[in-house]
């Protein structure tokens, strides 16, 4: 999921099935396979608590909101919610919000109730690791943005991004550069989320290493785009637990990568799934129909993804923490 360019709130959904080792199968687009039958924007009355934060495995209801979250009442509405977890926009990293209380939006979440009794919300910091956005502070006035038949500046920027999405270009995810404004540099995208009291990381387009081009490049470039990614994954992971020994890991989409690495189901606490049952398209408004409302086929077809692909491939991941 990349940062729209239609206005959209909240997309929440409840849990299909939780595994007690860390990895969930989630639908992070359309409708899910089971809803809740009340509004979880509703308070539930307690609004603040000083309990303890809600297990990853205790999770049943959670809410992904990466645009609008600097609006008037937007952190209200979180806080007065019962979500479990929160995967949030690290809003301050925008640079038109460069001036927002990240770290006291979290402290709020953190102090306020979920849908399980006693306990308090787990905030994830939504991070696009494969692919550089032109609004985020880090693009400055001397970067260029690729074409398709030229790299930009630097020269790790590869190309647009292939669904349309405007203002995202994958990027050679192994280069030091790109490593350093994620991971390693004082203001890194890791760093802040760490500074901002985040309870982990959303990491988006993990699946670069299948993308033509940057599969082009990391050959031209003599490394493995699979290993490289599993790599990069197990230095964000290193980086900041070694801050906060807790501090969750949780990819979006690449199912087959614990297929195509070992290691990789050992690096991850949760997994979340887009389009599992719907698809849109990018840069939509919110009416188009064609935004989120295109139904994939339920059975492989053998002409891209459906409904079967999602589920055959996150089953690893429920059969590695027996399923809940």
């Given at each position: 999921?990349?940062?729209?360019?239609?206005?959209?709130?909240?997309?929440?959904?409840?849990?299909?099935?939780?595994?007690s080792?860390?990895?969930?199968?989630?639908?992070?687009?359309?409708?899910?396979?089971?809803?809740?039958?009340?509004?979880?924007?509703?308070?539930?009355?307690?609004?603040?608590?000083?309990?303890?934060?809600?297990?990853?495995?205790?999770?049943?209801?959670?809410?992904?909101?990466?645009?609008?979250?600097?609006?008037?009442?937007?952190?209200?509405?979180?806080?007065?919610?019962?979500?479990?977890?929160?995967?949030?926009?690290?809003?301050?990293?925008?640079?038109?919000?460069?001036?927002?209380?990240?770290?006291?939006?979290?402290?709020?979440?953190?102090?306020?109730?979920?849908?399980?009794?006693?306990?308090?919300?787990l905030?994830?910091?939504?991070?696009d690791?494969?692919?550089?956005?032109?609004?985020?502070?880090?693009?400055?006035?001397?970067?260029?943005?690729?074409?398709?038949?030229?790299?930009?500046?630097?020269?790790?920027l590869?190309?647009?991004?292939?669904?349309g999405?405007?203002?995202?270009?994958?990027?050679?995810?192994?280069?030091?550069?790109?490593?350093n404004?994620?991971?390693?540099?004082?203001?890194?995208?890791?760093?802040?989320?760490?500074?901002?009291?985040?309870?982990?990381?959303?990491?988006?387009?993990?699946?670069?290493?299948?993308?033509?081009?940057?599969?082009?490049?990391?050959?031209?470039?003599?490394?493995?785009p699979?290993e490289?990614?599993?790599?990069?994954?197990?230095?964000?992971?290193d980086?900041?637990?070694?801050?906060?020994?807790?501090?969750?890991?949780?990819?979006?989409?690449?199912?087959?990568?614990?297929?195509?690495?070992d290691?990789?189901?050992?690096?991850i606490?949760?997994?979340?799934q887009?389009?599992?049952?719907?698809?849109?398209n990018?840069?939509?408004?919110?009416?188009?129909?064609?935004?989120?409302?295109?139904?994939?086929?339920?059975?492989?077809?053998?002409?891209g993804?459906?409904?079967?692909?999602?589920?055959?491939t996150?089953?690893?991941?429920?059969?590695?923490g027996?399923?809940?």
């Amino acid at each position: 999921m990349h940062r729209p360019a239609r206005p959209f709130g909240l997309f929440s959904w409840t849990i299909r099935s939780l595994t007690s080792a860390g990895v969930l199968a989630l639908s992070i687009a359309g409708c899910p396979p089971q809803l809740t039958t009340s509004d979880p924007t509703t308070p539930s009355g307690g609004g603040t608590t000083t309990g303890a934060k809600v297990a990853l495995q205790d999770v049943r209801l959670w809410a992904y909101q990466i645009q609008g979250i600097e609006a008037d009442g937007a952190v209200d509405a979180l806080v007065a919610s019962r979500y479990d977890l929160l995967v949030l926009e690290p809003t301050r990293t925008d640079r038109d919000n460069s001036g927002l209380d990240a770290r006291g939006m979290v402290s709020r979440l953190h102090a306020s109730s979920c849908s399980i009794s006693s306990k308090t919300k787990l905030v994830i910091a939504y991070i696009d690791i494969g692919e550089a956005e032109d609004w985020r502070y880090y693009w400055t006035s001397s970067w260029v943005a690729p074409t398709e038949q030229q790299r930009g500046t630097p020269d790790f920027l590869i190309h647009p991004d292939p669904d349309g999405w405007s203002g995202n270009y994958p990027v050679a995810y192994w280069d030091t550069r790109w490593k350093n404004i994620i991971i390693y540099n004082s203001d890194s995208m890791l760093q802040q989320a760490l500074d901002d009291g985040f309870d982990g990381i959303y990491m988006d387009w993990v699946e670069a290493y299948s993308d033509e081009a940057v599969a082009a490049a990391a050959q031209a470039a003599g490394v493995d785009p699979v290993e490289e990614m599993v790599k990069f994954i197990r230095e964000i992971r290193d980086y900041a637990r070694q801050q906060n020994p807790d501090f969750l890991i949780i990819p979006q989409n690449a199912t087959e990568l614990s297929e195509l690495d070992d290691d990789y189901l050992g690096l991850i606490d949760a997994i979340g799934q887009e389009q599992i049952y719907f698809d849109g398209n990018a840069d939509t408004i919110w009416a188009d129909a064609d935004s989120g409302d295109v139904r994939l086929p339920a059975l492989e077809t053998g002409e891209g993804y459906s409904t079967q692909f999602y589920e055959e491939t996150l089953q690893p991941y429920l059969d590695a923490g027996k399923a809940g």
